[in-house]
């Protein structure tokens, strides 16, 4: 192989001239004769013993070509870029593959790591809301506890909102029953809006033991085409009321339901774990405001296969966790009669924001001249060992060091934007109803309202996967 010419273009591409010398090519094409001659049948010959001279002779000289240059391709390619000296991010675009005279060439335009600077990535102002948790929050998490420790007993009396009813049903249009509008025992929550529109509220007030008739109409959207926008009558039976019989909240409660022994104790825990949750969530929304600031300050020339690879990434994370949850990714598309395009479309901003991102941190990296020492690397290899329940060497075999010190350098970059960063107090609301408007009216003497800003979204954190830099080997195909 050899590497005749590198040229540096627009975008951070590179397009490579690639030679593979006569002697070389003369090897794959004759590699490729042994693997085809079974398949190739020549008269006055058995299949697999005609010479490759006269299988050229009568098919062209060129039967072998395509083959050959589909063999030679991927380590040509390799040592090219290895020659070259550049850090490919995506599939290389190939033209040009020729061969004249038993010379094999080729041009492959490759998008390359690209060069940035960051700017202004100290002292970043972001908004950072002050985190409490008021008396009302602490009751409302403890009333849910409470109603997941109910009972369920028997109600003699009418049916409630919030009930659970047992009845036998049947439904009837233009008289008649239709298929899947019978059930008997059938055990409904009354409220959960299970049924359609109207039936649950005219069994409130009804009584176990009565029979009565429900009529309802089917929506015009309704799934069975047949029923939808059609009056029904469905002949109803009661035969239980339950209801739900939430425990006295006094210290048993919290002996029952927790490790505390008082009330006072169960809300206090349930208070600081709310107080976490948010101050959590105020944290992830002052980091992705930052990170939001950082990327303003950065500048280069990002190549789109950069942001393609990542998109391919963000897309296939979301076809396994699909395929968790038992549905593959296809039928899933299929189920929201959506397109594979239009679907990819949806993570473009966010592909392109965590390629972004990781290129910030890793100028920031390099400007701190961030150091990672083989402590770090060991302890980073030991946390992901426990986080995964393997063993370490596992992990190493799994995730290259070099890939691992990475990602520690953007760790500590991230550490370096937050140490500076300024959280501000967020804006207040402006009120833009009328009585606010008229307040305000009355009241000009004093502060004016402000308006709020809302956070991006927070799933991200910064610490995205590096975008792949090895190759898949794309098979070129014969002029």
Do not use: W
Not at 176 to 196: C, H, R, W
Not at 290 to 303: A, F, H, Q, V
Not at 349 to 354: D, F, L, M, S, Y
Request: charged fraction near 35%.
């Amino acid at each position: 192989m050899k590497l005749t010419g590198v040229e540096k273009q627009e975008k951070s591409m590179v397009m490579l001239s690639v030679t593979v010398e006569k002697e070389e090519f003369e090897k794959a094409c004759e590699k490729a004769y042994h693997q085809s001659v079974k398949k190739i049948n020549v008269p006055g010959f058995r299949k697999g013993k005609a010479p490759r001279k006269m299988i050229e002779k009568l098919y062209g000289a060129e039967i072998f070509h395509e083959d050959a240059m589909n063999a030679c391709y991927p380590a040509a390619y390799e040592s090219a870029v290895a020659e070259a000296g550049i850090d490919p991010v995506g599939y290389p675009h190939l033209s040009d593959y020729k061969v004249e005279d038993g010379v094999f060439t080729f041009k492959a335009l490759v998008a390359v790591y690209p060069e940035v600077t960051i700017k202004n990535y100290k002292g970043i102002e972001a908004e950072k809301a002050e985190v409490s948790v008021s008396d009302g929050e602490v009751d409302t998490e403890i009333d849910h506890l409470a109603e997941r420790n109910a009972r369920i007993v028997t109600a003699d009396r009418p049916v409630q909102n919030g009930d659970t009813l047992q009845f036998d049903f049947e439904g009837f249009v233009d008289g008649k029953p239709f298929d899947g509008g019978k059930a008997e025992n059938y055990s409904l929550k009354i409220g959960s809006g299970m049924f359609i529109p109207g039936f649950e509220d005219q069994l409130v007030g009804k009584k176990a033991g009565e029979e009565c008739d429900v009529e309802v109409t089917f929506p015009e959207d309704y799934q069975a085409a047949e029923l939808a926008g059609k009056p029904a009558v469905f002949k109803c039976k009661l035969h239980e009321v339950k209801e739900s019989q939430k425990p006295e909240l006094d210290d048993e409660f919290a002996k029952d339901v927790s490790e505390f022994d008082t009330l006072a104790e169960l809300k206090a825990d349930v208070k600081a774990k709310i107080l976490e949750s948010k101050q959590n969530q105020a944290d992830s929304a002052f980091e992705e405001a930052l990170l939001t600031k950082m990327i303003e300050g950065l500048e280069g020339d990002i190549p789109e296969d950069m942001f393609e690879r990542q998109l391919d990434r963000v897309v296939e994370d979301f076809g396994y966790r699909m395929q968790a949850q038992g549905i593959d990714l296809n039928t899933y598309l299929k189920m929201n009669n959506m397109e594979p395009a239009t679907f990819r479309n949806l993570f473009r901003e966010q592909a392109v924001r965590q390629v972004k991102i990781r290129l910030s941190l890793e100028a920031i990296a390099k400007l701190e001249s961030v150091a990672i020492s083989e402590e770090d690397i060991n302890a980073e290899y030991s946390r992901l060992a426990e986080q995964y329940k393997m063993e370490v060497e596992r992990i190493r075999g799994m995730i290259a060091e070099k890939d691992l010190k990475s990602d520690l350098e953007t760790q500590k970059a991230l550490e370096i934007v937050k140490n500076s960063a300024k959280a501000v107090a967020p804006k207040k609301e402006e009120k833009t109803d009328a009585a606010a408007e008229e307040k305000t009216e009355k009241k000009a003497e004093k502060k004016p309202a402000r308006r709020t800003t809302k956070k991006a979204e927070a799933a991200e954190k910064g610490q995205e996967e590096k975008p792949a830099k090895k190759t898949t080997k794309k098979t070129p195909k014969a002029e």
